[in-house]
């Protein structure tokens, strides 16, 4: 690794001009004449390399897996990180789990400095943006041992801003340890679909007001922390009923209710200084009647976000990989097309040799011009100096251990979770369940992958937290769409129990007959929505159901403390519940939770 001092003179000096950057986006201007000399000495090669985030497959920056190695070779033609920033000087990297970036919180940091090595040993080099979507609940990244906290509706079913702000806080200070320096989370959207198939859970809840407090909290946390926060996706994904990754949504919201509703979070972020903002590969007739995507709108980005909002920091796409900006235009159209728009980032697209050339022969054919990159390099650089890039782009195995997965975080953690368990059914007071009375436990229900490197699967968890808690719980898992034979055994099981905990994912006609034939039994039943809390509404006949919004291990772990009642659910739904039978009654509206009585 190069020395201090090795860094300081690749970027030319700069770096003592930006120490004190400071989180302001006021600060800004006082840096910008270095900024921009750092801009004036790049190629044109080099300024658009700096435009674009890619993945990059392997766990180490310059000896991957011959795997990984041979999957960057198909998708990039290059075979390692260092080879890809030497061939396309690209201005940041975005990791994933699936790209085997994130093996454990120590290898991430060795990662980290290798990509940030390879970019500052080369000529006028500049530190790497190192990027991943690090949300919590259901999309995280980076796995346990890290802290992984309750996700957006979960906290929004707890309520506190001060829960969010320290979510931000602590999971920035482990972002920052391992070398990532942006992460795409919080969720701005407001979720009022729950038909909802990308973005549910995700969302904060439906009220307006209550996600952008949320949103603001939680960007005051991350930026404390000196990790960028951004909000996503604007102008916002919260009430479309088709995935922007397979499809091409259509918002029909009104303008009157687009300002009322879906805008509303993201002013609160830009004036909680929010250093970044993704765009939504949607279609926003009443923002926008072209039919082009919002990504690729400059009445949208340029129009309402930058003049309208006043929003001057950094725009990044969502990924270009995304079916919903691939419907209208080709490969080589769509990253030309988002900086005519508006965008500085452009994330992740399919062919980064397609998009890189794409970008290169539009300023060199005038389509583009030289000064209109600028303008997006200069946000960006001004990010990298805010949060330190310049200053300190390495990060120490000491660091990782002293900040990524401490107990007092992990306690953290756990402590929001639960307030987040939400009570929506409970019938003559079965819960919280007596360990005399019911002592001998049945958990049975879906066991989706398990999300976000946690242990999993949601059967097993639940059933070890029930019997550390002093119950003798059995898992029994019959997934999301149990076979008859399944349910017939996981019947015979229950009449064992003396009580039966099930888990409900996103409910299927399968799902709701094995709970129907379980509580037949007559065997007390607690069900769990452990996804979208809206399945309490197919199953009228269950005698109590919790929500918990996700199945992480720390959100079960809470519901297991409150069915075992060693803490009282305080959780609030923060979307209504529908009836199944008629859609357009609210069976459990906003802020709907029960309580304990003592």
């Known amino acids: ?355 890189w050339n794409a970008v290169l022969k539009a300023v060199r054919d005038g389509e583009l011009t030289e000064a209109r990159l600028d303008e997006s390099i200069l946000r960006i650089l001004r990010l990298k100096a805010r949060r330190g890039l310049f200053e300190e782009p390495y990060v120490s195995q000491d660091g990782v251990t002293r900040t990524v997965g401490t107990p007092a975080h992990l306690a953290a953690a756990d402590r929001i979770a639960e307030r987040t368990t939400t009570l929506l059914v409970n019938e003559k007071r079965l819960l919280p369940l007596s360990r005399r009375v019911h002592r001998k436990l049945l958990v049975v229900g879906a066991d989706p992958a398990s999300p976000s490197g946690t242990t999993g699967p949601p059967t097993g968890v639940l059933a070890a937290a029930l019997t550390e808690l002093g119950f003798t719980a059995t898992a029994l898992p019959t997934g999301t769409a149990p076979s008859a034979a399944t349910v017939e055994r996981a019947v015979a099981a229950a009449r064992d129990a003396d009580a039966v905990v099930v888990g409900t994912y996103n409910i299927t006609a399968a799902q709701k007959t094995l709970v129907e034939q379980l509580v037949a039994t007559g065997r007390p039943v607690v069900a769990i929505a452990i996804r979208n809390p809206y399945d309490v509404a197919q199953l009228p006949t269950v005698p109590a159901y919790l929500a918990t919004y996700s199945w992480t291990d720390v959100e079960l772990r809470a519901a297991a403390r409150v069915i075992a009642g060693k803490v009282s659910p305080r959780g609030r739904l923060p979307v209504p519940v529908q009836r199944a039978d008629d859609p357009a009654t609210v069976l459990y509206p906003v802020g709907y939770g029960l309580s304990y009585r003592r």
């Open 1 to 355: 690794m190069p020395s201090r001092r090795t860094v300081l003179t690749a970027t030319a000096g700069v770096t003592a001009a930006l120490a004190v950057g400071g989180t302001a986006h006021a600060d800004d201007r006082q840096h910008d004449k270095k900024l921009r000399s750092l801009v004036s000495r790049m190629t044109l090669e080099e300024k658009v390399g700096q435009l674009f985030v890619m993945r990059v497959y392997g766990h180490s920056a310059t000896a991957p897996d011959q795997a990984d190695i041979d999957a960057n070779l198909k998708e990039i033609g290059v075979r390692t990180a260092a080879e890809m920033i030497a061939r396309y000087r690209v201005g940041g990297i975005i990791y994933f789990t699936w790209a085997h970036n994130t093996r454990d919180p120590h290898q991430i940091a060795d990662l980290s400095n290798g990509i940030q090595k390879a970019s500052l040993s080369q000529p006028r080099g500049l530190p790497v943006l190192i990027s991943t979507d690090q949300e919590h609940g259901i999309v995280c990244r980076v796995g346990a041992p890290a802290t992984l906290f309750p996700g957006a509706m979960a906290v929004g079913a707890g309520g506190s801003r001060q829960d969010a702000r320290t979510l931000g806080r602590v999971a920035g200070q482990e972002l920052r340890a391992i070398g990532i320096r942006q992460n795409y989370s919080p969720v701005a959207d407001v979720n009022v679909n729950p038909a909802n198939p990308v973005i549910g859970v995700r969302s904060f809840g439906a009220g307006p007001q209550a996600v952008a407090g949320l949103v603001a909290a939680e960007v005051t946390g991350y930026q404390g922390a000196q990790v960028a926060a951004t909000a996503k996706h604007f102008p916002g994904h919260g009430d479309t009923a088709v995935d922007s990754h397979y499809g091409f949504p259509v918002i029909t919201h009104s303008r009157e209710l687009w300002e009322k509703l879906d805008a509303v979070p993201f002013r609160a972020a830009i004036r909680a200084g929010i250093d970044s903002i993704m765009t939504a590969h949607i279609q926003f007739p009443a923002l926008d009647d072209s039919g082009d995507p919002a990504t690729l709108s400059h009445p949208i980005l340029t129009g309402i976000l930058r003049g309208e909002l006043g929003y001057d920091g950094v725009v990044v796409t969502d990924s270009l990989g995304m079916e919903g900006v691939r419907t209208k235009y080709g490969d080589d159209r769509v990253p030309v097309l988002a900086l005519k728009a508006g965008v500085d980032q452009l994330l992740n697209p399919p062919s980064l040799d397609v998009a």
